[in-house]
């Protein structure tokens, strides 16, 4: 019987004669013919061995044309049913850095050994991300990177993102152990904000904030075939938020990498991690895998006391000071206007007074404990041989520290996802849902300040901050009066106000915490909720044009975010989810010409938003291969990429009492400086004369797309025998990049009156019954950033035993045209570099990198700074036991435990060291 499906979407799918990975394009060599056994037995099953007579395990085996597939085992081997009905077969046998091989059996082979030779040019493999089809990475024709499993399974840190610092031109940043950031070209956060990360396409943010938590809710290494990343703009084929790159993970096919796989890892910080992974073909149609994963460890805590750039006194002061990595600072400025009870002592006034707070550690406590956690399942079904179902569920969480605004402590932070694909040689159709949650995180800056704005006992009126400022200017006013200095005053006045603040040995400390922990109220509690969906379905189909190297590529996606927070985060107050979309389509055409050696590519897509004008996205590229086997290619391309703002960008909703944090997708705001409110004598002017106040007038206008424009150039290939390069510079042109102010004015975005600024000013705009109030807005800067830069990769292949890898990247920010003071937000090392060695010495694999980032100046919305140059050295150790299917693992990251603070803000990242055992069975 027949599958049953539209024909139409057959149309769609079904692949062209010739196609890659299992669709092959590589040209036949001369036919292998085994002796034909009985006409009933369809297997064929062999080894695959180097020229020189070694196994190859991992190497993959493809009936061509179809996803009929399997790999070899640990020794080499392989079993594969191939139907003989319609006549011969061919083989597509593959390993990374060895030359394709094609046979042609005109029926089944029970002892077929087939030998793979070394690459010409050890650069042969296959990418599908730089142009959404699979190609030759030699001819990509933007700078990108491919890891494959072997690879990945050296990367030695504990999360596998952190570890891709090894590559030229990323950047990364830990804000925890497990929650890393990564960037190209500049631009670098704590949150990932214009980097996509897909797995198998599917897109890992967060739908609530539109951040992916680095793979703290992605897939296990176990699962992972290779990682493919993307440098640069990428909207023509990816459109909104590739501004900067794409990361992409590819899982491994459960009718391909069939067996039992399990990983367990244990070391230094209480580190124990474990993965396994099970995928059986149950028949030559279905296929099924599972996977999960266990982390746990010590998490590293952030411990910077230097001032911040916004506190009002310097580190040391006798009147406190804002620590970096300090919450619940309150500060506190005396004036005339604002008379404490018994009086103010008039030497205070203008004074700005800082309460301790409470160290990091102090408010995590023992809940320093990092982990994840992840499970999932996808069954496969051939509709036909070259056309494939997939449905697939995935489960997510884990506890880290995040850093954005503040530091968030996420706590069983998730998401559940949920996918259907049909999927052929000539395209796909993918739905896909997410689903984030957010366990029991919190804010640590609101925990800090919520307990010192707490009551002193349950019942009392007084808070703890009130105390503080009451006793330091009782006790200054005192020490004045017995003949202290000014300084000495201030000293003991601040010895004696800090001996007010709650201690965290005190069981009042941890009884608030955990209520305070509890509590979702913004501005009441510090927990943080939301739970938002992100639907997408998007579809694909590749069209020969010509038989003279003509291809034509459209495709087309939609997207919703349906955003829900109970009023707390999202401006969802009505009790119904907040509806927002996007939904764009695109087209690619290439050309390949003089014999194959010129590659030129056009691109755009157009994407329409819900909030936003519509967006279109060129790429236009050039690729030229020169050489006998083509191996130097020079690539030429130019690109236009956007961000549209985030979901908080938009529909942000939180009231904090002290301000009100908010979107804007509205009409826009109007309203004041904050400098105003240093003198306060203008607002009484302003009673009588409101025109004192239009030097202090503050507009942004709604938020609009960011905007980059890309040039590149490059070369990849052999220089020669055994050396090869990879080689870019480009330059970028930035417009309306976001940012956030803090101003005071109305809810509605209305400018407030005299009379409303009066009425507002004694309880500093904190009122949540009145409109006018101090708000946090985001708006798009006018000013263009243009920014240059060269990265340059060297790998010599002296030996399988040795080969030698090195990089360095260049980025440069250029201030020529940008005023002074100008935050531009690059967060960039100008210069960074990595060396490295790896080899394989018999059954002993081994690999060892250097890293080396240059201090630079980093400007995050939680704090500005610098932080100083790091470095860290990281290795890792595997011997194989084939007969036992096991590998034998050490690896550590930092090795010399040397400076390695990656974010300003952020913890130390330290040494980790464990042992491992890797199980394989086929």
Known sequence: MKPLYPSVLAALLLPPLAATHAFATRPELPASVGAAPDPAERSVSGQVLTDSGEPLPGATVFIKGSFIG?????????????????????????????????????????????????????????????????????????????LSTRQIEKITTPEILSGLGQLKGLDVSSASMLFTSVSTRGFNTAKSERVIQLVDYMDTQLPSLNLSPGNLVGIPELDMESIEIIHGPASALYGSNALSGVILFNSKDPFVYEGLSVRLRGGERNLLDGQVRFAKKLTDKLAFKVNASAFRANDWIADNMEATRSSANPQGSPLGYNAVNRYGEQSYTYTPLQQLPGGTSQELYGKTVYMPGFTEQQLIREDNRTSSY?????????????????????????????????????????????????????????????????????????????????????GSTISYAQQFYGVYNQVYSQARKAGQSVE????????????????????????????????????????????????????????????????????????????????????DRNGKRLRNYEYGGYGQLTQTLLEERLKLALAGRVDEFKNFKPAFSPRASVVYSLGQNKQHNFRASYGRAFRSPSQTEQYLYSDIRTGLLIGNVGNGFQGYNLALFNSPQLLTAAQSNP??????????????????????????????????????????????????????????????????????????????????????????????????????????????????????????????????????????????????????????????????????????PFAVGTIRDYSTTDAYLGYTVPKLGSTFQAGISNAFNANNVQVFGGPQIGRLAYLGLRFDVK
């Open 488 to 571: 000495a005053a201030l000293a003991t006045a601040q010895t004696a106000a800090n001996a007010t603040q709650l201690t965290p040995t005190d069981p009042r400390f941890g009884s608030l915490r955990e209520k305070l922990i509890a509590d979702q109220q913004p501005g009441r509690g510090a927990q943080q909720y939301f739970s938002s969906f992100l639907h997408d379905i998007s579809g694909q189909r590749t069209f020969r044009l010509s038989d003279v190297g003509t291809d034509l590529t459209v495709g087309a996606a939609y997207r919703q975010y349906r955003l829900g927070s109970n009023g707390l985060l999202f401006a």
């Open 70 to 146: 399997t790999s070899t085992d640990q020794f080499g081997k392989f079993v594969l049913n191939a139907n003989f009905e319609n006549g011969p077969v061919t083989l597509v046998f593959s390993y990374v850095g060895f030359d394709s091989r094609e046979i042609t059996l005109q029926a089944p082979e029970l002892a077929l050994n087939v030998g793979l030779s070394p690459s010409a040019t050890l650069l042969n493999e296959t990418v599908v991300s730089a142009s959404r089809v699979e190609e030759n990475i030699l001819r990509a024709p933007v700078t990108i990177d491919k």
């Open 691 to 860: 025109a004192v106040l239009q030097p202090y007038e503050y507009n942004i206008a709604p938020l609009q797309l960011e905007k980059v424009n890309t040039a590149e150039i490059g070369y990849k290939g052999a220089l020669v025998a055994n050396l090869y390069a990879d080689v870019s510079y480009y330059r970028s042109r930035y417009q309306d990049f976001i940012g956030a102010q803090t101003f005071v004015g109305n809810t509605d975005g209305s400018r407030p009156t005299p009379q409303q600024l009066a009425a507002g000013y004694s309880s500093a705009y904190s009122d949540q019954s009145k409109p006018t109030r101090v708000l946090y807005a985001y708006y798009n800067s006018a000013q263009e950033v243009r920014t240059q830069g060269v990265t340059a990769g060297l790998t010599y292949y002296f030996r399988k035993a040795f080969n030698l890898t090195g990089n360095y990247s260049l980025n440069v920010l250029d201030r020529s045209n940008l005023p002074e003071g100008f935050q531009t937000y690059f967060n960039t090392p100008k210069h960074k570099y990595n060396v490295g060695a790896n080899g394989q010495v018999g059954n002993l694999t081994y690999s060892v990198n250097y890293r080396w980032v240059q201090g630079h100046l980093q400007e995050m």
């Open 374 to 458: 992840r499970a999932q399942g996808a069954l496969s079904y051939l509709l036909r041989d070259d056309l494939k179902l997939t449905v697939e569920a995935k489960y997510a969480e884990g506890t880290a520290t995040y850093q954005n605004i503040s530091r968030f402590r996420v706590k069983g932070l998730g998401t559940k996802q949920y996918r259907a694909e049909l999927k052929s040689g000539k395209g796909f159709l993918r739905l896909y849902s997410t689903e984030d949650f957010t366990g029991n995180s919190y804010e640590l800056n609101q925990l800090g300040s919520l307990i010192q704005n707490s009551p002193l006992a349950e």
